[in-house]
């Protein structure tokens, strides 16, 4: 009287059976991507990257006990030193305070040349009467602990907060060897 | 197997999870639009997160300072696909803008879905400090998924449209939905097992040093509770729990609710604590996917017990059917109609779009704006940066704490009294990097004379330093100081009552 499910599924129209073997074969290949990205990620297999980095859970892998801005400048013909980082092209902002751009949020500096180099292509008609010769790519940094509030700070360390900051030097070149980059 | 996968659902559960989604994608995509030149043009310029490096050039030897940074490797992006210019960006993320508020309104949902999905995939990695992430990943897993579903079919505009359906019982695949639910169990697996090869994870730090982080940080609450001892610990072996057991008990019919609501609370706390922008919400759409429509109809009496309204509203099918007659609905069910008004549409809106930036120019990229000149720096600013001063040492020990017992890198016991017979334990952490320097702790006596002394190499990589004491009998009681030195230099004094 009642029919098996087999039964029903092979007196089905063949575009509906297809799409069913379809949607099995697409649930199968799905799931075993996703099972073995797993296990490589478990394993810390760096191949296939960039595909594997769509299927790589791999969330808050590190931290960082000092936090830092970057802050480029540009050493005119003249001797004067004007501010290429941040520039008007670096509009976005993130971060607690809202004042990092994204030069700062990338970590790594990857981007951090690029992004000067293009914020002076961009003023290179206005600056032309004297031009950005040399550029230095400095980073302010100080330790996290120090992004505690004043208060905060008082009660977990049980000393004031000191106000110091500090620089160092990531990088420097001359204009001509940044734009052959 | 095949019940698991195959079975037909009502397709409220998955039409509920596009609107979800739709939102959390709305309110990043609306919130980056305006930087579209910057993020994902050439002019910006685009940062890829896929780069490999093209220049071995030779460098000048590094400082030898510990604070100094090696300069980043030159790269190229490693991008399927172009990055476009200003102009391309701009009409590019407006048709982003319009298709995810299209797949919210359930308007040609798929295409919708399609056009989010492939946009989301182009112009996402173009732009990693800002837009792209693994919330950015898992949501375009969730629109692929999506894609193949009817989530279209309930709660829609093409619901509304569709003349037949008071007429039939529309039914959806669970496939889609149930490969959710295994995306979601593989993004927890896979996290907890990256935070179990992650010492700093489980030793508390990864979690107080997130907090305290400038970038993804907390505010005042957050940082307060890093202060609390012992807390980031034991939140981090939460986290770790959760995310391990969730995966497998989720599955068992009677915890999966409370398992869920608990997922929701725990997102809903990250994005409290931590600005970690659509994580949370994204997350918190794909749980939706383990929900049954037995839940869904019971979440919808409860908020109908105490809503304005006198039915659910969750409970409500978006049924307008009763409209099925209506000029507009067969208007626009005519042929080519719906079309028609969807490729207008989406014109009018990429190319309203277009007109705003353009004409607004705020990156001097349309030539309706001059690029603002460069802004001269102070001598004194100048030279305060060239001249690299490096941290005193004290600026390279995070925390020092002072206990009678330890155990991994946490203290326990008093740190203002101590026994006859007790250690005094002092454990230092350090920041990285830090120098290698001479640590060393000396113990005075309440008469001011020096009783004992620990020093102690901290190599460069040191993360913590646990020295300490022997209170031994013999010691007078009464009020001791511990004066704690870096090469030398006093950073820290702490005091205690030794007792007899």
């Known amino acids: 009287m009642f029919r098996t499910l087999r039964e029903s599924i092979s007196r089905l129209p063949f575009l509906t059976r297809f799409r069913r073997r379809a949607q099995v074969l697409g649930a199968t290949v799905y799931i075993a991507v996703l099972v073995a990205s797993l296990v490589q990620g478990a394993l810390g297999d760096p191949a296939l990257f960039p595909i594997a980095y769509f299927f790589t859970w791999d969330m808050f892998p590190s931290y960082d006990s000092q936090s830092f801005r970057r802050i480029a400048l540009g050493k005119t013909a003249t001797g004067k030193y004007v501010r290429l980082q941040p520039s008007s092209l670096q509009q976005y902002r993130g971060g607690v305070h809202g004042d ?82 | 197997m095949k019940a698991f996968f195959l079975a037909s659902e009502r397709p409220r559960l998955l039409a509920l999870l596009r609107l979800a989604l739709g939102l959390a994608l709305l309110y990043d995509a609306l919130a980056h639009w305006r930087y579209a030149v910057e993020t994902y043009s050439t002019y910006g310029p685009a940062m890829p997160i896929f780069t490999g490096e093209i220049v071995a050039e030779p460098r000048a030897e ?30 590019a ?46 949501a375009l897993h969730l629109l692929l998924l999506l894609i193949f579903s009817r989530c279209g079919a309930a709660w829609s505009v093409d619901a509304w449209l569709d003349g037949k359906k008071p007429e039939r019982c529309v039914l959806a695949s669970v496939c889609p939905r149930r490969l959710m639910q295994i995306l979601v169990c593989c993004v927890y697996f896979g996290a907890a097992v990256t935070k179990l090869k992650t010492p700093a994870f489980a030793s508390g730090d990864l979690l107080a040093f997130s907090l305290l982080d400038y970038q993804w940080g907390s505010g005042w609450f957050g940082l307060w509770l890093t202060t609390l001892p012992h807390l980031p610990l034991l939140l981090s072996l939460a986290t770790l729990l959760f995310e391990i057991l969730f995966p497998f008990l989720v599955w068992l019919t009677r915890l999966r609710l409370p398992l869920v609501a608990l997922a929701v609370a725990v ?52 049924r307008i059917g009763s409209f099925g007659d209506s000029t507009i609905r067969r208007l626009l069910n005519s042929a080519g109609m719906n079309w ?65 017992r330890y155990g ?93």
Do not use: C
């Open chain 2, 340 to 404: 028609g008004l969807y490729a207008f549409l989406v014109a009018g809106f990429v190319g309203a779009g277009y007109a705003v930036q353009a004409e607004w120019d705020w990156y001097g990229a349309f030539g309706h704006r001059m690029v603002q000149p460069l802004q001269e720096v102070s001598a004194s600013e100048v030279a305060e940066m060239f001249a690299q001063r490096s941290p005193a040492f004290e600026d390279y020990f995070h925390r020092i704490e002072v206990g009678s």
């Open chain 2, 93 to 138: 993320d407006t048709a982003l803008v319009f298709a995810i508020i299209s797949l919210l309104l359930g308007w040609h949902t798929k295409s919708s879905l399609a056009a989010a999905f492939f946009l989301s995939l182009w112009l996402g990695p173009l732009d990693l400090p800002a837009t792209f992430g693994k919330q950015s990943v898992i």
């Open chain 1, 100 to 181: 990092l751009t994204r030069v700062d949020i990338e970590r790594r500096g990857l981007f951090y040349r690029s992004a000067v180099m293009q914020s002076l292509k961009s003023t290179f008609a206005i600056q032309e009467h004297d031009p950005v010769a040399r550029i230095f790519l400095f980073e302010e940094y100080w330790p996290a602990k120090f992004n505690y509030p004043d208060d905060l700070y008082k009660h977990w360390s049980g000393d004031e907060k000191p106000d110091r900051r500090f620089w160092r030097l990531v990088d420097e070149f001359d204009v001509a060897a940044g734009a052959e980059s």
């Open chain 2, 62 to 91: 590094p400082p030898a300072s510990v604070d100094h940074r090696a300069p980043a490797p030159r790269l190229r992006a490693v991008s399927l696909f172009p990055v476009p210019g200003p102009r391309i960006a701009v009409l």
């Open chain 2, 408 to 500: 991994g890198n946490q203290m326990f016991g008093s740190s203002t009294k101590f026994r006859i017979g007790q250690h005094v334990f002092v454990l230092a952490q350090l920041i990285q990097p830090h120098p290698a320097m001479e640590w060393e702790g000396v113990l005075i006596a309440p008469r001011g004379e020096e009783v004992a002394r620990f020093t102690h190499r901290l190599e460069k990589g040191t993360i913590y330093a646990v020295d300490g004491f022997e209170l031994a009998p013999g010691l007078p009681p009464g009020p001791y100081r511990l004066i704690l030195q870096a090469e030398g230099f006093v950073i820290a004094e702490r005091r205690f009552e030794l007792e007899p």
């Open chain 2, 267 to 318: 997102h809903a706390a990250m994005a409290f604590f931590l600005r970690l922008g659509p994580f949370s919400p994204i997350m918190i759409a794909a749980l939706f996917s383990f929900l049954e429509d037995r839940h869904l109809a019971a979440i919808s009496r409860f908020i109908g017990r105490f809503g304005p309204w006198r039915q659910p509203a969750l409970a409500i099918p978006f």
